[in-house]
């Protein structure tokens, strides 16, 4: 069972939507997870053991959304001790915009320069493709969860 941090970034509800989906199929399968909306680093820093599931969509210009934003000025400035700490990441967007996922590839640099492990791949959902994006991210929880550490606190 590990415990799991579910950090959203959302502007119109859809992110929020669907972390609140990959939480309930964490927990089905186990797992103790919290969703959190307004993301600050402490919130981060308090259970080193706990993996980070980022849940954003991109907004303007392959920007983060307002509540997900001033996490990741904090980590690109403060440079925090994340070294070896686990993550996913569910990059919401729209394949019509030229800056199409960049937000949620910032986010990954961002965890990837400070030593952070990424488990698996990405789950890029596009609001383009026509594509359902509740049994996407009910797959890829489901495969996601098998590579999550027996033991993670
Ligand atoms: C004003 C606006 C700007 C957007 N900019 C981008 C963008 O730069 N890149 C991208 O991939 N998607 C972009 N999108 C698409 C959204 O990320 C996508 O529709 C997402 O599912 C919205 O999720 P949310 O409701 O949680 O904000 C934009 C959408 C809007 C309305």
Redo the contacts with the bound molecule.
Sequence with gaps: MSHIQILV????????RIADLAAERLQTLGHQVTVNRFAQLDDLLRSPEEVLLICT???????L?DNLQPLYVQLTREFPPIAGRLYGLIN????S?T?????GQAMDDAFADLGAQRIGEPLV?D?SSGDDPEPLTEDWVANWATQLPEDAA
């Design positions: 970034g959302s502007v119109t509800g859809t992110a929020e969509s991109n907004t303007g210009s392959g920007d959304p919401l967007g729209d394949s915009y800056t199409f996922g960049e937000a959902l609001a």
